[in-house]
């Protein structure tokens, strides 16, 4: 696995596998590549920085909250 972060355009890219990608499909900002099988070779983030702090909010017990 590859990360690759393009700070002008706030994109995250990251390789999962060394396959061409035949097509992809976008839900909100994140576009997932797959090869002619199906699998999912790359996945883009767009708006990365803002995403990852949705992330990570999603992710992280509310504060006051035991997890």
Not at 38 to 62: N, T, W, Y
């Amino acid at each position: 696995t590859k990360y690759k972060y393009d700070r002008e355009s706030d994109v995250l890219l990251i390789t999962l596998s060394r396959e061409k990608p035949d097509y992809a499909e976008q839900s909100q900002n994140i576009i997932t590549h797959y090869s002619k099988s199906g699998k999912p070779i790359e996945i883009e983030i767009l708006d990365a920085s803002q995403e990852a702090v949705d992330i990570i909010k999603a992710i992280l017990p509310k504060k006051g909250v035991a997890a």
